[in-house]
């Protein structure tokens, strides 16, 4: 168990529509981080928040936005839902152990698994 | 042109024997960060074992070691005693720079599926 916390499970929603993602960091990481894994894939890095800002953005679609509350808890809202969009999305986090000190390492959630059908 | 590049898609390895997951990377940065994850058919990412670009020995965690060529920017990761619970996709990632006090995305390749035959 990696502590972060991602829900729900599974989901399974119709074209044109929008679902919420949600995930909670492990106790004390104050960064968070969304990576999209489509079918057989690698791992494609969305967006990343650092205590409630916005700090680094990837390929991420403008019907995609996401945003990190004053808990750190974070949702990713993911509208105009496309069959395209299914996919795994994971939610990582990362604690600062220091400058130069530590991995980087992020801790995954379970991820939320996504079908639009 | 692809950061982080692992050409073989999918392997097949006999169980106690060892296996070879290639990894290559491409970054101007002097300091930098590999990382090698687990994600087993249930999905989730284990973290393996991680190699900075500073260090100079290769590092090892138990049955996991990563064999570092920082000349030829290659990564590799060697499983030893293969068991039946290392079929999985493995992933190779990298974290460009230092490590911020924000912390730094990490760049991951398309994968390994490896599938261990008892």
């Known amino acids: 168990d990696s502590g972060v916390t991602q829900t729900p499970k599974h989901l399974i929603t119709a074209t044109g529509q929008r679902v919420t993602l949600r995930c909670s960091p492990r106790s004390g990481d104050l960064s968070v981080y969304w990576y999209q894994q489509s079918l057989d894939q690698g791992l494609q890095f969305l967006i990343q928040y650092y205590n409630g800002e916005e700090r680094a953005k990837g390929n991420i679609l403008e019907r995609f936005s996401a945003q990190q509350f004053p808990d750190l808890h974070s949702e990713l809202n993911l509208s105009s839902l496309e069959l395209g969009d299914s996919a795994l999305y994971f939610c990582?986090?990362?604690?600062?152990?220091?400058?130069?000190?530590?991995?980087?390492?992020?801790?995954f959630g379970e991820g939320s698994r996504l079908t639009v059908l | 042109a692809q950061k982080i590049t692992q050409t073989q898609p999918g392997m097949f390895v006999q169980e106690k024997e060892a296996v070879t997951l290639d990894c290559t990377y491409d970054t101007s940065d002097q300091s930098y960060g590999l990382f090698w994850y687990k994600q087993p058919s249930s999905g989730e990412m284990i973290f393996l074992i991680y190699?900075?670009?500073?260090?100079?020995q290769n590092a090892t965690e138990g049955r996991y070691s990563l064999n570092f060529q920082k000349a030829r920017k290659s990564a590799n990761l060697v499983i030893s005693a293969s068991q039946l619970g290392d079929s999985a996709m493995y992933f190779c990632?990298?974290?460009?720079?230092?490590?911020?006090?924000?912390?730094?995305?990490?760049?991951f390749g398309g994968g390994t599926r490896v599938l261990v035959k008892p």
């Open positions: 990632a990298m974290r460009e720079g230092m490590i911020k006090a924000a912390g730094n995305k990490l760049t």
């Open positions: 190699q900075g670009s500073y260090d100079e």
């Open positions: 990582a986090s990362s604690v600062f152990p220091g400058q130069g000190r530590g991995t980087g390492e992020l801790f």
